[in-house]
């Protein structure tokens, strides 16, 4: 909003017990661009950490969050999809293997056939098509919206991540 009575609108500029608000901002638009292949939201994400530039030249522990959204923003996020319904008892075993690991470019989505599926499918193709092979919940592991063959258990799925 605008409000004329406010003369100057500070933005925080380091992260303390409780990361800035900018550097969130820039983390959500990263994370929203890689999973709706948004090249709006992904510029958008590269120019609020580009607004922290000074900063975190000059020191950057005093943003470790808009760090963690440089790093996001400047390597290949992956994306993970598990095709199935939540309560899939396949759907959860391929779930927990995948917490298993620290995986901090990587965005996980749930393809259950959904409302949520068409809606990022409006602007990611592959995800329509990521559906369960033979009846079974399976795993689609992508970079830059390019996957690999899809698995269904949890020991394929540990070997592709």
């Known amino acids: 909003g605008r409000d004329d009575d406010i003369l100057l609108r500070l933005k925080e500029d380091n992260d303390s017990a409780e990361p800035a608000a900018s ?3 820039a ?5 929203l661009a890689a999973i709706r292949n948004d090249r709006e939201l992904l510029a958008r ?5 580009r607004a922290f530039a000074r900063q975190l030249a000059h020191f950057p522990s005093a943003l470790p969050q808009m760090l963690v959204a440089l790093d996001f923003l400047e390597r290949s996020p992956r994306q993970i999809v598990i095709a199935g319904t939540a309560r899939h008892r396949g759907t959860r075993e391929l779930l927990h293997e995948i917490r298993k690991h620290f995986l901090p470019r990587s965005v996980l989505l ?3 056939g959904s ?7 409006e602007k990611n193709d ?4 990521m559906t369960p092979i033979n009846g079974k919940p399976a795993a689609y592991i992508c970079e830059n919206f390019t996957c690999k063959a899809p698995v ?3 020991k ?4 592709q991540l």
């Open 23 to 25: 550097s969130i901002a």
């Open 27 to 31: 983390l959500n638009l990263a994370r």
């Open 110 to 112: 749930l393809a259950d």
């Open 152 to 154: 269904t258990n949890a």
């Open 156 to 159: 394929d799925l540990r070997n």
């Open 45 to 49: 994400g590269k120019k609020t950490v």
């Open 115 to 121: 409302n949520g599926q068409s809606f990022l499918a």
């Open 126 to 129: 592959a995800i329509r098509a």
